[in-house]
């Protein structure tokens, strides 16, 4: 209920956005601007057509810049950005976390990149190149380097002394990170343990060991389900040598599992989880025609199974009506396969250990389904078209190709993955084509021989 009165209040507000705009009220934009949260003007860009997104822009507050372009989508972020002087966009990053200014300056152009950090000043420059120089979609990629340490030899009463002189915390800290002289991490040190235990006890009577540290160089999707297994509200990150060289954050985690859930399910239809639901038309066609030129490749070899038992087609024209049946039920069953491994491989479920049992669990899975709709749909046949030939016939094409379904379904994102292919983007396609030609070839092959 909750969501859907917020889904509500949220299209209300672009349609009355919508309307102000095209009534030239531009004051009374403003204003709602102003008293909007920066991710909520974030989705409100994206739910805008380029144009309004424009003027949308250029009414919002300036100080507001950094939270909106750290909320956006890629695509829509580059359109907002190729449009901001350089020196502009270093302002908007100020007041940013380093690893969210690194976010947004690996989407420009080298030369643009280069020249926000020249308008920043040399310590900012400093953290967010170190920021940069970590390889995109590691640890190192997403962590910040906004981390208070302690040693473990001081006394609490020290630390609470030292937090109010600091007078903040970095967002989303739960704990401190106890160090040595050498910068390595020894452990850690919660804030609720800090904040109930007695000032004159040292650290190191009340810390907790270093038992796990994220690797620097550790895939984001790897860290995501660590976090989700551990549930932690943050972790340290730390280098080969153990030197601790910042934290992740949930709110990090977050945007990591939503960005790989939405690739997965734009992948499936051959899309950039990043594009801008606005974008220019000429940009999306082309985007899109590299999957449909994909498509056309595989209908063809389709086509060409059919074209080879023309003669068949055209002495029965039952043939030609039942053809669809044993394709359909073949793509259908070998998808929800390639969703289930899809998935395994995502939260890690599948390894080189149990591949060999998931391979014959979904092959016995489409026996079981080929011997039940093979009878099934044969006997259908039989009792409509009067064919007992025919019913058999298109029986056994089920049944093989349920089966190679179940075992194409496993075999495809296994190998795609070793191929480093994203089984999302291709998988669903490699499989489909696979059953249609399949089934095609063997129901058409057995209708030629028998028929």
Request: charged share 25%; hydrophobic share 50%.
């Amino acid at each position: 209920m909750a969501e859907q009165q917020e889904f509500d209040q949220t299209h209300q507000t672009l349609q009355d956005v919508s309307n102000a705009l095209e009534n030239g009220m531009f004051v009374h934009v403003r204003r709602q601007l102003l008293d909007m949260e920066p991710e909520d003007i974030a989705h409100l860009l994206e739910a805008s057509p380029r144009k309004s997104r424009d003027v949308l822009w250029q009414l919002t507050d300036p100080e507001d810049y950094g939270e909106i372009l750290d909320e956006l989508s890629e695509d829509v972020k580059d359109g907002i950005v190729s449009q901001m002087a350089p020196e502009k966009l270093a302002e908007a990053t100020e007041g940013m976390e380093t690893d969210d200014v690194a976010y947004v300056l690996r989407s420009l152009p080298d030369d643009v990149s280069r020249e926000v950090l020249d308008q920043m000043d040399s310590i900012d420059r400093d953290r967010v190149e170190t920021a940069l120089s970590y390889t995109e979609d590691t640890a190192g990629s997403i962590m910040n380097i906004d981390v208070i340490t302690i040693r473990a030899d001081v006394e609490v009463e020290v630390v609470l002394r030292y937090l109010r002189i600091l007078g903040e915390l970095p967002e989303a800290t739960d704990a401190l990170y106890v160090i040595d002289g050498n910068n390595r991490l020894i452990g850690h040190l919660s804030i609720i343990s800090l904040v109930t235990t007695q000032p004159g006890i040292t650290v190191l009577d009340i810390m907790q060991d270093a038992d796990e540290a994220i690797p620097v160089d550790m895939d984001t999707a790897e860290v995501a389900k660590l976090f989700e297994r551990r549930n932690w509200v943050s972790a340290p990150v730390v280098d080969e040598q153990d030197h601790l060289v910042g934290r992740i954050t949930i709110d990090d985690v977050v945007d990591v599992i939503r960005e790989d859930a939405e690739h997965t399910m734009m992948s499936l239809a051959g899309m950039d989880n990043e594009e801008d639901t606005f974008a220019p038309v000429v940009k999306s066609a082309r985007k899109r025609s590299v999957w449909l030129g994909v498509n056309v490749l595989a209908a063809l070899a389709a086509a060409s199974v059919s074209n080879m038992f023309e003669a068949t087609l055209e002495q029965m024209a039952a043939i030609a009506v039942l053809m669809t049946i044993v394709p359909s039920m073949g793509g259908v069953a070998g998808n929800q396969t390639v969703a289930l491994v899809i998935r395994g491989l995502a939260v890690g479920h599948i390894g080189d250990s149990n591949q060999r049992s998931l391979l014959i669990k979904e092959a016995s899975i489409g026996i079981l389904n080929g011997i039940l709709w093979a009878s099934i749909i044969g006997g259908i046949v039989v009792i409509w078209k009067g064919d007992v030939t025919l019913g058999l016939i298109i029986a056994a094409a089920m049944m093989a190709n349920l089966t190679v379904a179940g075992i194409a379904g496993v075999s495809i994102p296994l190998m795609l993955k070793k191929l480093k292919i994203d089984p999302a983007l291709a998988g669903g396609m490699a499989l489909t084509t696979i059953t249609d030609v399949l089934g095609l070839f063997v129901f058409l092959g057995l209708a030629t021989i028998f028929m």
